[in-house]
């Protein structure tokens, strides 16, 4: 192994005035400390410090599916409301009361608590009295029906070659 290349400026040579001999090296350690934790999560909050959950949300002919992922919530602590034309979803995490016990030793709590709130604009006029909410194993399941008169046919337009 060549001594040399473990040196940032060679033997006898001085690193020239103004540069910084180990900027390389704090980059590279950077660079190392992000591709090591890149793909770990931590839970997502807004600036507001409410927690968001991760959904999926797709426009049908039928009207909108929203699925979102709330681990840890009962369905009792969700609330879901259609105020004009905003679909807000909010649900609550209470913190765990930790009780002083000699065989029960903490050393690491990482469950967090709080407040989920998500709002999503909905592109057509929803039929409010028909929508249904269902939640199973930590997954709740909303389904937005459109009104009557929101469904409109597509009219299909021909495209002719010049």
Known sequence: MNIKS???????SMPARGADPF???RREMDRLFDDFTKGWT???TTVTGFLTPKVNL???DAGLEMTAELPGIDEKDIELDITDGVLTLTATREA?????DEAKKHHLVERSS?????????????????VE???DKGVLKVVVPRTPDAVKPVEKIEVKAA
């Open 58 to 60: 797709s426009e049908t």
């Open 114 to 130: 709080g407040t989920w709130l998500r709002r999503f604009p909905l592109p057509f006029t929803p039929a409010a009295d028909k």
């Open 23 to 25: 900027g390389d090296l």
């Open 133 to 135: 909410a269902t939640f």
């Open 6 to 12: 473990l040196i940032p400026f060679g033997f006898g």
């Open 96 to 100: 765990e009361t930790e009780e002083t």
């Open 42 to 44: 931590l839970p997502e």
